[in-house]
C-alpha cells in the first residue's frame, strides 16, 4: 500500500494556517480533495452505495467508484457486499473510523519521517 505523503503538500500544509482534517488527509494520504471529501460523506452515511454517495457529493458514479477504491486502498473504507430481495447484489461502503483514520495518519506520517531522516543521514555518503 502506497500512502507516501506529498512533498509538496506537505510543505502547502505546514505553511498554512490551521489545516483541517480534510486538507491533512490529502497531504498524508496523497489523495484528491474529492477522496477526502467522499471519506467524510461515507463518515456520516455509512452503509452507503456508490448511488447514494454519488448523489451526497455530486459526483458522477465511476469518479465515485475511483474514490472509493482509493481509499480502501489507504485503509480509509471497507466494502461489504448485501444481497438484494430481487436477486443480484450491491456492495456498501463505510468509512473507517476517525479514531482509526487518525492512528492510520500517524503511522503513515511516521513511516514517511523515518524515511526522510535516512535519506538525510546518506547525504554525503556516495549515496545521493
Not at 2 to 20: A, S, V
Not at 38 to 54: C, F, I, K, M
Amino acid at each position: 500500500m502506497n500512502t507516501d505523503p506529498d512533498p509538496g503538500r506537505f510543505r502547502d500544509l505546514m505553511l498554512g494556517d490551521e489545516p483541517g482534517f480534510e486538507e491533512v488527509m490529502v497531504c498524508v494520504f496523497g489523495i484528491q480533495r474529492h477522496e477526502a471529501r467522499t471519506y467524510l460523506a461515507l463518515l456520516d452515511a455509512p452503509s452507503s452505495t456508490v448511488a447514494e454517495l454519488a448523489d451526497v457529493v455530486d459526483r458522477d458514479r465511476s469518479n465515485v467508484n475511483r474514490s472509493l477504491a482509493t481509499l480502501r486502498e489507504k485503509g480509509l473504507a471497507s466494502r461489504q457486499r448485501r444481497l438484494l430481495d430481487s436477486g443480484g447484489h450491491v456492495y456498501q461502503y463505510t468509512a473507517t473510523p476517525v479514531e482509526e483514520a487518525r492512528e492510520l495518519m500517524h503511522a503513515t506520517l511516521d513511516e514517511w519521517c523515518a524515511y526522510v531522516h535516512e535519506r538525510i543521514d546518506d547525504f554525503g555518503t556516495g549515496s545521493l
